[in-house]
């Protein structure tokens, strides 16, 4: 799986967008882009996950560059409640890919 | 809202103690893994599972052990608990590697 760099951590104001990148310069044709956070201690959330195109939800948009090298979470109205660490992670689908998490990025959302 | 549990959710146990972490879901998914996690520090995946009676280790080495004998069962022991087993255990389960994988609470063990 390729290995990924975030930054370790971010401030965002609250009601203000929050924009975490992500580095995937070593991604291959068959892997996806997956974003989970980490509230606290509890147990990961999936947020988004994408292959080469720019997705959206409910909870936020995922922009993968066009050489898929990088990509940006955005959280569009980030609150006090999205305070977490959010964790930018590839995923093989031809092989029996494994979910491991990295250091990830640790967003402080402030009033 | 996921179906996944852990029990018991926190736990302090003497040292030479052999415990026995319970987590179950009931979703139907082939694929289950066990995280550990020290307060602020990484998450490591130390066992995972491809389906009944498969199982692996992974990336961090752990003295615990698993068992997968029904799809909706992912025990771990640790036949004597150490000082060193302190942490949170997380387990989760997904439909496929690359499919969305869902969370128990943790189990957050102390060995005194």
């Known amino acids: 799986d390729a290995k990924t760099t975030q930054p370790p951590s971010m401030d965002c104001a609250e009601g203000r967008a929050a924009n975490l990148p992500c580095n995937h310069s070593t991604i291959s044709g068959n892997e996806y882009v997956y974003w989970y956070r980490q509230i606290h201690s509890q147990g990961p959330q999936y947020i988004i996950h994408g292959l080469k195109n720019n997705e959206t939800n409910e909870m936020a948009s995922l922009i993968i560059t066009e050489d898929r090298k990088s990509s940006t979470l955005i959280l569009p109205h980030a609150t006090l409640r999205d305070t977490a660490v959010y964790y930018c992670?590839?995923?093989?689908?031809?092989?029996?890919?494994?979910?491991?998490f990295g250091t990830g990025t640790r967003l402080q959302v402030t009033l | 809202e996921a179906d996944i549990y852990q029990t018991p959710r926190y736990l302090v146990i003497g040292t030479g103690k052999k415990i026995t972490l319970e987590c179950s879901q009931t979703?139907?998914?082939?694929?289950m893994y066990w995280y550990q996690q020290d307060p602020g520090m990484e998450l490591h995946l130390i066992h995972y599972s491809y389906g009944v009676n498969s199982t692996e280790k992974g990336d961090l080495s752990s003295e615990s052990t698993v068992s997968r004998i029904r799809t909706e069962h992912f025990p771990l022991t640790l036949e004597s608990a150490r000082p060193s087993h302190t942490s949170q255990y997380l387990c989760?389960?997904?439909?496929?590697?690359?499919?969305?994988?869902?969370f128990g609470q943790g189990t957050r063990l102390t060995v005194v």
């Open positions: 992670i590839v995923l093989n689908t031809g092989t029996a890919s494994k979910l491991t």
């Open positions: 979703m139907g998914h082939d694929k």
């Open positions: 989760a389960s997904s439909v496929g590697w690359y499919t969305e994988a869902f």
